[in-house]
């Protein structure tokens, strides 16, 4: 098992900046961990993705160039830090892990996801 919670969430305006931090903790293996974001009668969409070992991320085309995500394997924590943020970013954002390693946005691909926190962009 693998608990994943999520901190950083809160209320900006336009064009502020915001880090998330998902602390992760358990006794799995934790090879692929990735943000997604839900917003009001929308799917669940992916925004970042990181490999634990090698560094490798991938992020989706709406936050490229925004958004950076990394880690810090010695406080099993994985940071999302979004810049220049647009009311369209407004969701609430979860973390996610898996113990498999790609660099993917398939919901189905990871076996453990946080509680979410919500991130609130306005005008």
């Known amino acids: 098992q693998v608990q994943l919670v999520e901190s950083g969430g809160g209320s900006v305006q336009a064009g502020g900046s915001l880090r998330l931090s998902c602390a992760a903790s358990g006794s799995a293996g934790r090879s692929t961990t990735g943000w997604f974001r839900q917003a009001p009668g929308r799917e669940r969409e992916g925004v970042a993705a990181i490999i634990t070992t090698s560094g490798a991320t991938t992020y989706a085309a709406a936050v490229k160039g925004r958004f950076t995500i990394s880690q810090d394997n010695a406080k099993n924590t994985v940071y999302l830090q979004m810049n220049s943020l647009k009311p369209e970013d407004t969701a609430m954002y979860y973390c996610?892990?898996?113990?498999?390693?790609?660099?993917?946005?398939?919901?189905?691909?990871?076996?453990?996801w946080g509680q979410g926190t919500q991130v609130t962009v306005s005008l």
């Open positions: 996610a892990a898996s113990i498999g390693r790609a660099l993917t946005f398939e919901t189905w691909f990871y076996q453990y």
